[in-house]
Structures are given as structure tokens and as C-alpha cells.
């Protein structure tokens, strides 16, 4: 047999909030060593939260990703509210979802048109992809805007928004606003159904896996504030015991954590939601899905775009519908009495569960924090993804076919390790 | 004419600042019509080496590895423009300075040996010459395109330094220190954020830095007089600007009392 030992080093992978490196070693066209190496700098949150007061932790933790705030200022309020015995209303309630679904558009959008359609038409970039298809990049950029016209509506401004507070709202945003965003919204559906339908339209690889997936579940609604763990083997967690069954540990090769669900990997995010929660959809959306010809749930990790579409949609209906219903408070929150103990929270964030656990002591001051965000959950599920796709599809090729075909599965997961830098140094090792 | 060639480089930070670029909707096409994208992995856009007329930094400098690649920055662009609080002042993730930040990365990983990061995080204009500062937390669209503009017409760019107090008075808004009591540092912070959190009732928790001659400490005495006590008031000025000498001072000045 012809000894080959090859070492690749390719600088920066594009399109993902992280900065990746992948070592790869093949022998008689077997992998035999496989290690997703995430490097974030450590910007030490959970520590940082320590001696914080609880009304400072959503405008703190919103800092951990400019791409997800509403996520992590969702997951942080539910925690305290939870542990105070917090009632809020069910205007705040829907506001939320609103604040949500603006998040959900956004981040979306931006995934879908500027970072994975690149890989599946064969573009280094989404400008670059502008000149063939002018069209579909104005419509993803308009959806996207249009996600963070809701996101400000609610917070002022898209990034790092202002709006939230323990209770509810510091504002309820004024008559005139919510029905020019509403008139917006309304005038771009189509388009929205239009951009499902060209997803689906996209050739993507046929490669099943078996694999688990974990999302929030809330009977009455896709799920999004609300709802249990649960998983594709049956299991339903209230919140707070989510530590009884997802461990994080730290592998010498990354600075974000790899969490496991009684030992093994797991899939969180827009498809592993959509396979647990498809039922729970309008019957207008589940009337395009099949028309569209693919179905949920699915082990085909490459819908997991599409999925992005199907939520993209959903969430359009759901903004529509919640700003139809608009009327101003009384007041835009609850307030709240401290209590010192335990606050758990978790809600979906676009890239799937984000779990939170505060000790908060008489004062309301943080004395520990943990906070685990999806990408960590993916973490092990992408090592197995690459182990499996790549062998799948054939190791006896070009590196430049792995390279790219690698690169994809990671962006699949929409990794963003700021919850993250950029590298993926690719090291394929052949014997 | 040639356009000119631009990059975008992330070191320690969450990525919003660089969404001033990825949030201009179509203005977003149109912008890169106007300048040559040489570096910008989030948009897919990779060539860190090359050599470029503008350079937008986000993020601080944290690592061993991230002091060396700044170096490298400079030396690759003729025009070097911080964006945002990390870059600009160290961030949140600067807190870690005035404590025990070893202490801290033991805490959160096991193997912290294994973890490449600095004892101290520092702002960009510690390492190598910033030939511009944006401030905010995040920067805006608005600040982000009216300095290309400025650049592409030969012009020096300008960034605000008066206080949100102005921009409070401009759109009317109720000043929130003086009719509700809430602790606000807009009359030490510069303006750029439109006076948002005012707008919706709560003080300004300083996004975008320390003013210019911000009067720190008359406000922490104004807030000491509202009720709060010296710890609160000096964690007030601790928060994503905490590592700007003005607010490094005015937390200190004030745990002294």
C-alpha cells in the first residue's frame, strides 16, 4: 500500500461565527482520528455575572452574542421570574414571542442568505452569489431587516437591545409603530413563502443518519419561551432538572464545553425543533411543507435549512398575528419580590436550547452562574456528523472535496461560538 | 478609480459590531459596490493578509495569539478604525482585570492549561496605533457607513463627543434623573445610541463610553444622593466600558467613600 501523509492547513472558515479547526486523520480510507476543535477566546461570562445584580444580568449576558441577545435575555428572565414567583401578563407573554419571532427572522435570514445558500450554489460569498442571483439575496436581506424592525421595535435597536427587564418590558411600543411594521410584514408574506419554496428547490446531499434530537416542547405552541425538554427517545424534563441528564465537560481541544445527554450526542436547533414539534404547526405551513416535497421528521442533517425556512415562515405568521391583536397596557410589566435560591431558565434560541442556572442570594445579587449555549450542545453531534458524512460519501478523495464537503456539515449546525473567532484549520492526515 | 479595499477583523467579542455591516439590509449590496471587501470571514470574504486602505477592528485583545495577529493587522492596513467597546476601551470581558482572572478561567475549565488566554484583556490602541475610535455596544449602521463615507470623500470622519443628555433634549425625551430618580449616566456618556434607554424610561447604562469632560464624579455624588450605595454607584461605571480610564477612575474615586 502507497504511504501518504499529507498536512493541510487552511486559514479561516467562512461563514460561521467561530473559529474551527479540524484534524482528520484517514488510514485505509477509515477515519481514525476526528476532533472539531472550537476556539473562542474565554471571555469568562459566568464568572463575570458573580456579584451582579439580577436587573443587570439581561443587558450582561445579551454581550455573549450579537447574533442571538433576545435569546439569552429570554432565558435569563424566565430564570429569575421563575425563582420570584413572578406572574406576568399575557400581553408580556406575547411580546416576548413577538421579540422572539423578530430574532428568529433575523438570524434566520442571515444564515440562510448570506452564510449556508453560498455553499449549496457554489459561491465563495454572498455578494458574490448577488450578481447570479440578485433577486434572492435582496429578498433574504429585506426578510432579515425586517426581523430586526421587530427586534427594535420592542428594544430600540437590533443588537443588544434595551427593552427587556425582569417583568416584562421597560416600554410598550405605540399604536402607530406596531401598524406601519404590521402593513411591512403583511406586504412581504409572499415573498417569505416564495424564498420556503426556492429552499426547497436547492439540490442538497441525500445522507441520512440516525441521531437525537432535543428541543423544547410546549403542547399548545411551537416552542420558544415555553415548554419541557424533550427528545426523539422520549424523554420530558422540566427545566430545572435538565442537569440530571445533560452534562457539560471540557475537552482539551476546544474552549467551548461539550454537553451530552446521558453520555452521548445530540442535535439541537431549527430541524431537531421541527422534528419534535412539526405536529404542532398551522396546517398552512404543513399544507407548503408537502408541497414541497420533504418531510419531517427527517435524519437528513442538510434540511436543517430548510427547516430554517419552515421557522422563518412560521414566525412571519406568528409576528402577523400577534400585532394584529395589539393594544397598549396598563403597564408593560410585573414587579417582582427577590427571593434568594436557584433560577433556571430555558427558552429556544435560533440555534436551539439555551439553559440557564443563576444562585441568587437575599439581595437578588448573583453568587454563580452557568449558562449553556447550543453550540456546545452540538458540539459532539458535529464530530459525529463529520465522522459519518465523510465516510458516507467516500474518504478516497481530493482534500479540496473534503475541505469543502466538511465545512458545509459544520455550517449546517450555524454554529455561533461567541457564544465564538474564525479558523478552521483543516489537518487531513492519510495513511 | 480603484475602490478602496477594506477589511473587517474579529478578535474577542460577540460579533455584534460587525452586524452594523450585515444588518444594512440592501444598503448592504449597494456598500459593496462602493468599497472592495478584501476580509470579512462572516461574510465568506477571506484574504486576512493582504494588504487593504481601511481596516475595521471588533473585539479585544485577549490571547497570546490574537496580540500577535494585531500586529500583523497594522501592518496590512494604512487606516485602522476600532468599532465598538471591546476594541475600543477592553469590553465586558475586561472585568476579569480587576480580579483574579486566573482564578476565573481555573473556574470555568478543567484544563485551563489547555486554554490560550492573557491575564489582562487590553483595548487595540494598546498594541498598535488606532488611526480611529467608533464607540458603542454595539456601534451602529449609521456610525459604521457615515465613516466610509467620510474616508471615500477625503474627508477626516467624525464621531460624536457630546453627552446622551444632548440627544435626550433633541427628542424631547422626560429626562429620567431628574423626574423619576433613575440612576442614569447619560451626563457622562457619549452620544450615538439615539438616547434609547431614556426614550423607554430607564437610565442610560453607557454603551458608548465616557463623554468628553464627563463629570464623573458629580454624578456618582448624585447618585449616592438618590440612595444608592458607593458599591452600586462604582458598579455602575463597571460594565462594558469599565476599562476606559475615565470609568476606571470614577469606580475607584467612588469605593473610596
Not at chain 1, 456528523?385 to 474518504?395: K, P, V
Request: aromatic share 8%.
Amino acid at each position: 500500500m502507497t504511504q501518504k501523509k499529507i498536512n493541510i492547513r487552511v486559514p479561516v472558515l467562512a461563514r460561521v461565527e467561530g473559529e474551527g479547526a479540524l484534524e482528520l486523520d484517514i488510514e485505509n480510507k477509515q477515519i481514525t482520528h476526528l476532533k472539531l476543535n472550537i476556539f473562542e477566546p474565554p471571555r469568562l461570562f459566568e464568572k463575570l455575572l458573580e456579584g451582579r445584580h439580577y436587573s443587570e444580568v439581561p443587558d450582561i449576558v445579551a454581550r455573549i452574542c450579537g447574533i442571538c441577545p433576545v435569546a439569552y435575555q429570554m432565558s435569563a428572565v424566565h430564570a429569575f421570574e421563575s425563582l420570584f414567583d413572578t406572574r406576568v401578563s399575557s400581553w408580556v407573554n406575547e411580546m416576548r414571542r413577538l421579540f422572539y419571532c423578530g430574532e428568529w427572522i433575523e438570524s434566520h435570514a442571515l444564515h440562510i442568505h448570506l452564510l449556508a445558500a453560498p455553499d449549496f450554489l457554489g459561491y465563495e460569498s454572498a455578494p458574490a452569489m448577488a450578481k447570479k442571483y440578485p433577486k434572492e439575496v435582496k429578498r433574504g436581506v429585506e426578510i432579515q431587516n425586517l426581523g430586526n424592525e421587530i427586534v427594535r421595535l420592542l428594544g430600540g435597536r437590533s443588537v443588544h437591545p434595551v427593552g427587556v427587564k425582569v417583568g416584562g418590558f421597560h416600554h410598550a411600543p405605540k399604536i402607530d409603530d406596531v401598524k406601519t411594521l404590521l402593513v411591512k410584514l403583511e406586504k412581504k408574506l409572499p415573498e417569505v413563502e416564495e424564498m420556503l419554496r426556492w429552499c426547497s428547490t436547492l439540490t442538497l446531499p441525500d445522507i441520512e443518519q440516525e441521531f437525537v434530537s432535543v428541543s423544547l416542547r410546549d403542547e399548545k405552541t411551537y416552542p420558544m419561551n415555553t415548554g419541557n425538554v424533550v427528545s426523539g427517545e422520549g424523554l420530558n424534563l422540566p427545566v430545572e432538572q435538565y442537569q440530571t441528564v445533560f452534562k457539560e465537560h471540557h475537552e482539551p481541544h476546544s474552549t467551548a464545553l461539550f454537553s451530552l445527554m446521558n453520555g452521548e450526542p445530540y442535535l439541537v436547533g431549527p430541524l431537531a425543533r421541527l422534528n419534535l414539534n412539526f405536529d404542532i404547526l398551522p396546517d398552512e405551513i404543513k399544507t407548503i411543507i408537502n408541497e414541497c416535497d420533504i418531510s419531517f421528521p427527517s435524519k437528513n442533517m442538510y434540511h436543517s435549512m430548510f427547516a430554517r425556512a419552515v421557522e422563518l415562515l412560521y414566525t412571519f405568521h406568528e409576528s402577523i398575528r400577534i400585532l394584529k391583536a395589539y393594544a397598549i397596557p396598563d403597564v408593560p410589566y410585573s414587579n417582582v419580590n427577590v427571593k434568594a435560591g436557584i433560577a433556571y431558565g430555558c427558552t429556544e434560541a435560533p440555534r436551539g436550547v439555551l439553559w440557564h442556572r443563576y444562585e441568587v442570594d437575599e439581595d437578588g445579587l448573583i453568587k454563580s452562574a452557568t449558562i449553556t449555549p447550543p453550540t456546545s450542545q452540538n458540539q459532539a453531534r458535529m464530530e459525529e456528523d463529520l465522522r459519518n458524512a465523510l465516510t458516507l460519501s467516500g474518504l478516497d478523495r481530493k482534500e479540496d472535496d473534503i475541505r469543502f464537503q466538511a465545512e458545509q456539515i459544520i455550517r449546517n449546525y450555524d454554529p455561533c461560538i461567541s457564544c465564538a473567532t474564525h479558523f478552521l484549520d483543516l489537518r487531513i492526515n492519510h495513511k | 478609480m480603484s475602490r478602496a479595499k477594506v477589511a473587517v477583523h474579529k478578535f474577542s467579542s460577540c460579533d455584534g459590531c460587525q452586524l452594523a455591516f450585515l444588518n444594512l439590509g440592501a444598503d448592504l449590496l449597494l456598500l459593496s459596490e462602493l468599497i472592495d471587501i478584501k476580509h470579512f470571514a462572516e461574510a465568506g470574504v477571506i484574504d486576512e493578509s493582504g494588504h487593504v486602505d481601511i481596516a475595521f477592528v471588533e473585539g479585544s485583545i485577549s490571547t497570546q495569539k490574537e496580540r500577535q495577529r494585531i500586529q500583523e493587522v497594522r501592518k496590512n492596513s494604512d487606516y485602522l478604525i476600532t468599532i465598538g467597546a471591546c476594541a475600543t476601551s477592553g469590553g465586558i470581558q475586561a472585568l476579569r482585570n480587576m480580579n483574579d482572572g486566573k482564578a476565573w478561567l481555573e473556574a470555568v475549565y478543567a484544563m485551563p492549561e489547555y486554554i490560550d488566554s492573557l491575564d489582562k484583556v487590553s483595548p487595540i490602541a494598546e498594541h498598535v496605533k488606532v488611526d480611529f475610535e467608533l464607540w458603542g455596544c454595539p456601534v451602529s449602521s449609521e456610525q459604521v457607513v457615515a465613516t466610509i463615507r467620510a474616508l471615500l470623500s477625503g474627508v477626516t470622519p467624525k464621531d460624536n463627543t457630546e453627552k446622551v443628555c444632548m440627544e435626550c433634549k433633541r427628542k424631547n425625551n422626560i429626562c429620567t434623573l431628574v423626574t423619576k430618580g433613575e440612576p442614569c449616566l447619560g451626563p457622562v456618556t457619549k452620544a450615538g445610541c439615539g438616547a434609547i434607554c431614556p426614550a423607554f424610561g430607564r437610565g442610560c447604562y453607557s454603551c458608548y463610553g465616557p463623554s468628553a469632560n464627563a463629570n464623573t464624579s458629580s454624578l456618582s455624588q448624585r447618585l449616592i444622593g438618590l440612595g444608592l450605595l458607593p458599591e452600586q454607584v462604582s458598579q455602575r461605571y463597571q460594565l462594558f466600558n469599565n476599562n476606559a480610564p475615565q470609568f476606571k477612575k470614577a469606580s475607584e474615586e467612588v469605593s473610596k467613600k
